[in-house]
């Protein structure tokens, strides 16, 4: 059960927070290796971005992706979100004397990342079709190309979300700010999750961003970078650290309010079942 809220919270925030990551993966993808000042600039900022893309390719354009990015949403976070779950209810991510250990629930945050990205991979490639043609061309192996480049994304983003998420909860009940079975607790430290984790994760972003959508040989080789380590280095060396954080104003868009709707979601959900069937 704890996967199917898990998945059904991601998809709830999935539905709001899609046409941001629309946005943020234009603007990422725009004056790719190129100097700052060199190529033209489709999109100026978010919101100028919103305008030109609802302007030119219609409304509909700014769900793009949607069909997939729902069952994406699902599955990764269905099984990242329920596999953290389960290790929190089995009382893992606390010591012998009971307090929460920011270590254990980092570590947990990262390797439920890695299985729910690890398994997801192919439908972040595309859909149905997608899959096929991707697998004729490719091969089977196809299916998770890029894959492994996004995993450090993964490890950061999933550890550094979660581990916030539970140790800020820990804090807010400690000090007694709201009653501890409030919802404003889980919101406020979604919040905070939020917005920390847009800061560790923008430049991995970036860079998997890249690596998923570079051209590639017959063998199914990337022609632009040979890893994530590669993009990221590519990136600073001929755009400077600012390229790293291109479109970090997207990515909070996108990041902060899909962290904070899903992980409220998430904890509204579980709430709820444990307090109906207990």
Request: proline share 4%.
């Amino acid at each position: 059960m704890d996967f199917l809220l898990s998945g059904l919270a991601a998809c709830g925030a999935c539905v709001f927070t899609n046409p941001l990551e629309v946005v943020k993966t234009r603007m990422q993808l725009q004056g790719e290796l190129q100097a700052p000042g060199s190529y033209q600039r489709h999109y100026r900022n978010v919101f100028h971005a919103f305008i030109t893309i609802g302007k030119v390719d219609g409304l509909a354009a700014l769900q793009k992706g949607l069909a997939p990015a729902l069952i994406y949403q699902f599955l990764m976070n269905g099984i990242r979100l329920g596999t953290y779950g389960l290790v929190e209810a089995g009382g893992y991510l606390h010591t012998a004397e009971g307090t929460h250990s920011p270590g254990r629930s980092a570590a947990a945050g990262a390797l439920a990342g890695v299985l729910g990205a690890y398994l997801g991979s192919p439908i972040y490639m595309g859909m149905f079709q997608a899959l096929t043609q991707i697998g004729q061309k490719h091969g089977l192996m196809g299916l998770w190309r890029g894959s492994l480049g996004g995993l450090p994304r993964v490890i950061v983003g999933s550890s550094t979300q979660l581990c916030t998420f539970s140790s800020t909860k820990d804090l807010i009940t400690q000090w007694e700010v709201f009653p501890s079975q409030s919802w404003k607790v889980a919101l406020v430290a979604a919040m905070v999750s939020g917005f920390v984790v847009v800061l560790a994760m923008t430049p991995f972003d970036v860079a998997s961003t890249r690596l998923y959508n570079q051209p590639t040989d017959a063998r199914g080789k990337g022609l632009m970078y040979r890893g994530i380590l590669d993009a990221l280095l590519q990136t600073a060396r001929t755009e400077g650290i600012v390229g790293m954080y291109k479109g970090i104003g997207a990515s909070y868009f996108r990041l902060g309010p899909h962290t904070i709707l899903s992980l409220f979601f998430w904890d509204q959900l579980r709430s709820l079942y444990y307090r109906y069937t207990k």
